[in-house]
């Protein structure tokens, strides 16, 4: 799945169970979700969480074939953030305005579109911060077909993975 990162917060329903706060974690090629809720097959490390469930390369149809319904990247990785990105921190939330390979211009943190300062991505890391994926209505998800099996995903995930338009 273009676009599934390690680390990335996830919110789904995995065999009908409603998973609120899941990570995103590799090994060997293979993705898992990692949450408190559901146990699956494991991978190493889980992240501090009690299980993890695979969903192979995270793909519409492994999704579905893995009981993994209404999948959606909530944050991910602040390595990411591009132009007009909303990131956030455990303290502030800043608007990318712009960025130059590993230097992130950031706005004010009451004017969003207002220039404040320029920093490395070391720094946003540094201070907590992550690419906050815009929350979405139920009534936002699109039907993904493949192979005969469909699954609900959100349009956003959807878009962000290249599997509509």
Known sequence: MKGLKVGAKVKCFIARVKIEDGTIQEKDGMFYICQNKIDGE???DILGYKYSWRIGSGSAKELSEESVTEFRIIISDIEDAQEGDIIVSPKYKRKVLGRIGKIIFASCLDKLEEYSF????????RNGYKIEVPK???????????????????????LALNLIK
């Open 118 to 125: 320029a920093s490395s991505l070391i720094f946003f890391k």
């Open 136 to 158: 979405e209505e139920e009534d936002d998800m699109v039907d993904i077909v493949v192979d005969g099996v469909t699954t609900k995903i959100s349009r956003k995930s959807a």
């Open 42 to 44: 494991r991978c190493k």
